[in-house]
C-alpha cells in the first residue's frame, strides 16, 4: 500500500507538471548525429556499499563514459546513486521529489509495468524506430530479441529494454575437496553420493575440525531456499516436462511452481533434522554470517552462483580459506542431482536480464538512447570489463585479459562492472572471451575456473519465451509473492519432518491466494488465446 501511494503521488506530480506526452517530434537540435546544444540527463547507478569500493557515481569508469558521452553527442551525464538492494523503493521515493533518473535499471518488469500503467513510463518503441540509423551499437548487442523482447502484441508497446545475458551460467554445487581427501571419499556423483559426503562430514567433525569440531556446517543455505537450493529442487521435475508448462508456472524466477518441485524442499527438510543443514540460516538475512564460516573453513559444501566462492580476487571465499586453512583447502564444483531420467538438468536463464526504462519524467529521451547506444559499444564494453592495463588487468601471450587485485579508485564495485554495462551481463570482449573468463578471479586456478563454468552449463534447457502481452495479475505482486516464498521455504525446511506436508502446503496456498494463482490462471488463458497451447500438467 506504501508503494501503491507514492506511485500515485509520482504520477500526480507528473501529470501537474505537464510533461506527460506520447507523441514523437524529431529533435532539430540533433544534426548529423550531435546534439548543436549541449543536453544534461541522469542515469542511475548501484551503490553496492562495498568495504574499500570506490564511489559509484565518481571513478575512472564513469570519468571514462562522461567524457565519451560528451564528445561523440554533446551529452553531460551525471549517476545518481540507488541502494542496489533497495532500488524499488529509492526509484519510488526519487519519483516523489520529482528527482528520478532519465535511466533507470531494476530486476523486475512488474515494477515497470506498474508505472507503465498508470502513465508513467515512456513508450521506448517510437524512438527507437525513428532513431534506429543512430542506435547501431545497441542493435547490434540487443537485436530483435531482446529490444522488442517485451514489446506487447497488441499495442506494440516497448516499455523496457532487456539486457544482454552473455554468460547464462547460473549455479554450483559446491564441496570442500580437502575434506573428500581426507575422509578419502571421492567427489559425488549422485544425490545419494552427496548425501553420504554430508552425513560423513558431521559424523568426523573432530577429524576434519578439530577444537572447532562444534562449527562444522556440513552443508550452508540461505534464506534465499529457492535460488541457493535450485540444483536439488529442479532435479525432481520430470525431464519430459512441456514448455507451455514452463511459462504458464514459470513466473517465479525461482521455479517454484514447476512440477514436483516439493519433493526437492522435503530432501533439504530431511538434511536438516539430521543436523546436515547449517541450523541457524534462517536468523540471518543481509549478513555475511554464512561467507564468514565458509572463509572460517567451517563449511563443507553448499549451492550457490556459478562462481561465488572465487569471487572478490583477494578477498574472495577461496582465498580466504587458503589464508586460514592451508594451501590444499579448496571448493570445487561437482554436478550430482540427476532427475529421473539420470540427467544433472539445469535451467538456464534466457538470454536477458536486467530491464532498462526511462521514466515519464525524462525529457530528453533520445539523449537517453544515446547513452545506452555508447555503453553498448564493443569498445565501451571492453574497457569498463576489464579496466585498465596493469592496474585491472594484464595482458597474456595467448592475448586473454587476466585479472589483477585493484585498489582505491580503480575498484569495480561490481563484476566485471555490471552496474554501468547495464545492456549486457557477463562478460563480452569479442574474441578473448572465452580465454580471459577463467582469468578474471585472480587467486584461484584457471582450470578450477573453467570445470566450474562447464558444469553449470552442462543439460542446460532454457524454457521457449511466449509474447503473450501484459500478465496484469503480475503487476506490482511481485515483491510481496516473493517474501511469501522465501518466508514458507523456510519454514517448511525448518519444520519438523512430520509437519513438513503441513507447512508447505500451507504456505503454497497463501502464495497462490494471495496472487499467485491468479498470475498463473491469465498466463494460461492468454497462452490459449495467442498461441493456442495449454499446459500438459494443471
Known amino acids: 500500500m506504501k508503494r501503491f501511494l507514492s506511485l500515485v503521488l509520482v504520477l500526480a506530480l507528473v501529470a501537474a507538471m505537464g510533461i506527460f506526452s506520447t507523441a514523437l517530434a524529431a529533435d532539430d537540435g540533433f544534426v548529423d548525429g550531435k546534439f548543436t ?38 551529452v553531460e551525464v551525471e549517476y545518481v546513486s540507488v ?30 509495468q506498474t508505472f507503465a500503467d498508470m502513465g508513467g513510463v515512456i513508450d521506448l518503441n517510437p524512438y527507437l524506430t525513428e532513431y534506429k ?58 544425490e545419494e553420493e552427496f548425501y553420504n559426503c ?25 534464506t534465499d531456499i529457492g535460488w541457493r537450493n535450485d540444483l536439488l529442487s529442479i532435479s525432481k521435475v520430470p525431464e519430459d516436462v512441456d514448455d ?25 527438510n530431511k538434511w536438516y533434522n539430521e543436523g546436515l543443514v547449517w ?6 538475512t543481509d549478513s555475511t554470517a554464512e561467507d564468514d564460516m565458509m572463509k572460517a573453513g567451517y563449511v563443507g559444501a553448499f549451492i550457490h552462483n556459478w562462481d561465488y566462492p572465487f569471487r572478490n580476487n583477494d578477498d574472495s571465499i577461496e582465498a580466504n580459506l587458503v589464508r586460514n586453512v592451508g594451501p590444499d583447502a579448496a571448493f570445487v564444483a561437482v554436478d550430482c542431482f540427476k532427475n529421473e531420467a539420470g540427467i544433472t538438468r539445469k535451467y538456464l536463464a534466457d538470454r536477458i536480464d536486467r530491464k532498462v526504462f526511462f521514466p515519464a519524467t525524462n525529457k530528453e529521451p533520445l539523449a537517453s538512447l544515446l547513452y545506452v547506444n555508447f555503453i553498448s559499444n564493443p569498445d565501451t564494453i571492453k574497457f569498463l570489463q576489464t579496466g585498465k592495463e596493469g592496474v585491472n588487468h594484464e595482458i597474456t601471450a595467448d592475448g586473454a585479459y587476466k585479472t589483477l587485485p585493484a585498489t582505491g579508485e580503480w575498484v569495480m564495485n561490481s563484476g566485471m562492472n555490471i552496474d554501468y554495462t547495464i545492456t549486457v551481463n557477463g562478460l563480452n570482449i569479442g574474441e578473448a572471451t572465452e580465454a580471459s573468463r577463467a582469468l578474471n578471479y585472480s587467486s584461484v586456478p584457471a582450470e578450477i575456473v573453467i570445470g566450474a563454468h562447464e558444469a553449470a552449463i552442462a543439460n542446460g534447457r532454457t524454457a521457449k519465451h511466449y509474447n503473450v502481452g501484459d500478465i496484469t495479475a503480475e503487476t506490482d505482486v511481485g515483491t510481496s509473492l516473493t517474501a511469501k516464498r522465501d518466508a514458507m521455504l523456510t519454514q517448511a525446511v525448518s519444520a519438523s519432518v512430520d509437519q513438513f506436508d503441513a507447512v508447505y502446503d500451507a504456505g503454497m496456498a497463501d502464495y497462490l491466494a ?25
Not at 99 to 104: F, K, S, T
Not at 249 to 267: A, F, M, S, W
Open 133 to 190: 540509423d543512430q542506435l547501431g551499437d545497441l542493435w547490434g548487442l540487443l537485436e530483435d530479441y531482446n529490444i522488442y523482447y517485451d514489446q506487447n502484441p497488441e499495442t506494440k508497446t516497448v516499455w523496457a529494454l532487456e539486457a544482454v545475458l552473455a554468460d547464462r551460467a547460473r549455479l554450483n554445487t559446491f564441496i570442500r575437496k580437502d575434506w573428500l581427501d581426507k575422509l578419502g571419499l571421492a567427489l559425488p556423483t549422485t
Open 37 to 74: 546544444e549541449t543536453r544534461h540527463i541522469k542515469v542511475e547507478i548501484f551503490n553496492r556499499n562495498n568495504d574499500g569500493g570506490s564511489d559509484p557515481t565518481n571513478n575512472p569508469f564513469t570519468d571514462y563514459i562522461k567524457k565519451g558521452m560528451l564528445e561523440k553527442y554533446n
Open 198 to 222: 554430508l552425513v560423513a562430514f558431521r559424523d568426523n567433525a573432530e577429524t576434519l575440525l578439530g577444537a572447532d569440531a562444534a562449527k562444522m556446517v556440513p552443508y550452508s543455505t540461505s
Open 514 to 538: 494471495s496472487g499467485g494463482q491468479a498470475i498463473i490462471d491469465e498466463r494460461a488463458e492468454k497462452l490459449q488465446a495467442v498461441y493456442n497451447e495449454a499446459p500438459a500438467v494443471k
Open 279 to 284: 541450523k541457524d540460516f534462517g536468523l540471518y
Open 244 to 268: 507451455a508448462t514452463l511459462y504458464v508456472y514459470g513466473y517465479d524466477d525461482r521455479h517454484l511452481l514447476y512440477p514436483n518441485y516439493k519433493e526437492g524442499i522435503r530432501v533439504l
Open 83 to 112: 541502494g542496489r538492494w533497495t532500488e524499488v523503493d529509492d526509484i519510488n521515493n526519487l519519483l516523489a521529489t520529482g528527482e528520478a533518473p532519465d535511466i533507470c535499471v531494476t530486476y523486475s518488469y512488474p515494477t515497470i
